[in-house]
């Protein structure tokens, strides 16, 4: 298997070393600096950083020692990467943080190697990858697709071997719909599974999560193993249940996908019960998620005095419409998703997990998803569209992870599976399940470093 793992024990087993792998991996990043997944790295740093790997003891070292790691432009900090958000606004006033926050002082206790920071749009608001005044990012599969959002930089980066994981948030599906788009895997972990302090930027009344985006399951898994807080433990019955849920909404290509993935799990023993798709369920999440999101901006810029004239049309009108938004409301929200919670986690009362598929279709072309329209509900719309449910885990705080399973047109299929919270690495397992039956996908590009 070519991923995270298997670079870090070339460097582990001497058939290279971090230097070289750094050397590779930003050699990398100049040849297809026109995907756009990297908005800003710093060489010095990182060379500094593998050359200090590599005279580490060995007893000192961890899973991932010495692989490259980017940053998302947007969620935990990391020290010496200024974190901008995609927005031109955030990028003239960022600075170079001076330490780690929690999730990436635990990333660097694995022996990963933060560098640079990967593509997002404008606060993580489209399932695309358009920062702010620099180019777009693009799908290695179809450089004229969108490789989704608001994670795409990091998935473009991966898939395209430029790094062998990198880090990801997901709000309102933000991990998951790169993922499919790019063939990786990408686990939404459970609501406080993972630190988010000390400033907890990206908390978002507690819809936001972070993690990695990779190409293998058993990276998301050492990545979730080294970042997460004990959860209450979760049952999984022997043999595990599984629902399978195809959204309408859905082409029949991505429903095909999600009733592959439901026959290898029934190949390996699971039972599968097919239920409906939460469509309610989505449509109500998706509409609180967007609320909080415009709170959060508003509180956002009004903390940072910047003025709407300074954002991108689009965002300065969701923006206007958190500050509009009475204090009433958004308690009231509160208790709407406190009730959503409850009713999301009794789908799982005789259920393990869910599976269903990520996107209703393909990427869309790149500037598809363009933020300079003014109307926030046909852009919200849109992207419950394209990724139906997706805010569903989100808002209820459950545990969601995709993974590739085959291809159309050229292109990688996605599929998701939906657990209860806390049932993170017990769906990480019935994902493994998947993936050892999946059809073998050959990504666009080899990851820089890696020994042949």
């Not at 935990?76 to 001076?98: D, I, N, T």
């Not at 293998?216 to 193993?225: G, H, I, M, Q, Y």
């Not at 449509?283 to 709407?308: F, G, H, K, N, Y």
């Not at 938004?325 to 709407?336: D, G, W, Y």
Request: proline share 9%; with cysteine.
């Amino acid at each position: 298997m070519t991923d995270a793992t298997a670079l870090a024990a070339a460097i582990a087993d001497g058939r290279t070393s971090a230097r070289a792998v750094m050397e590779a991996t930003l050699a990398a990043c100049k040849a297809q600096a026109a995907l756009g997944a990297v908005v800003y790295h710093d060489m010095a740093m990182a060379r500094d950083r593998a050359i200090a790997a590599d005279a580490l003891p060995q007893d000192q070292r961890g899973p991932f020692h010495g692989v490259p790691f980017l940053a998302k432009d947007l969620g935990a900090v990391a020290a010496g990467l200024p974190v901008a958000a995609g927005s031109a606004a955030l990028r003239a006033k960022a600075e170079r943080p001076l330490a780690d926050g929690q999730l990436f002082e635990a990333f660097r206790n694995t022996g990963l190697l933060p560098f640079g920071l990967s593509a997002t749009p404008p606060f993580g608001l489209a399932l695309d990858s358009a920062p702010e005044g620099l180019p777009e990012a693009r799908n290695p599969w179809n450089p004229a697709l969108t490789p989704g959002g608001s994670s795409g930089g990091a998935a473009a980066a991966v898939a395209a071997g430029l790094v062998a994981i990198a880090h990801a948030t997901d709000a309102a599906g933000s991990i998951r719909v790169p993922a499919a788009c790019c063939g990786l895997v990408g686990l939404k972990p459970s609501r406080g599974a993972t630190p988010a302090g000390p400033d907890f930027g990206n908390h978002l009344m507690g819809i936001a999560s972070e993690l990695v985006l990779a190409r293998s399951v058993r990276d998301v898994v050492t990545a979730f193993n080294a970042v997460h807080r004990p959860l209450p433990p979760v049952a999984q019955a022997q043999p595990p249940r599984i629902g399978l849920a195809l959204p309408k909404r859905c082409d029949a290509s991505q429903n095909a996908a999600a009733r592959a993935a439901a026959d290898a799990l029934a190949d390996a023993g699971c039972v599968i019960t097919e239920l409906p798709a939460p469509d309610a369920l989505g449509r109500e999440a998706q509409e609180i998620a967007r609320l909080i999101l415009s709170v959060s901006l508003a509180e956002w810029m009004t903390a940072l005095q910047i003025p709407d004239e300074a954002l991108p049309p689009l965002a300065a009108r969701v923006a206007a419409e958190g500050r509009a938004l009475p204090a009433t409301h958004l308690f009231a929200t509160s208790r709407q998703l406190a009730s959503l919670t409850d009713r999301a986690c009794a789908l799982f009362a005789t259920l393990d997990a869910i599976v269903m598929p990520v996107l209703s279709s393909a990427p869309p072309a790149i500037g598809a998803n363009a933020m300079a329209q003014t109307d926030p509900d046909a852009h919200f719309a849109g992207m419950e569209r394209f990724a139906p449910n997706a805010a569903l885990a989100n808002v209820a705080g459950l545990c969601a992870l995709a993974l590739p399973f085959g291809r159309a047109q050229g292109l990688p299929l996605g599929v998701q599976l939906l657990g209860a919270p806390g049932a993170d690495l017990a769906l990480c397992q019935l994902a493994a399940l998947i993936e050892t039956r999946a059809p073998p996908l050959v990504y666009p590009g080899a990851i820089a470093g890696l020994p042949a």
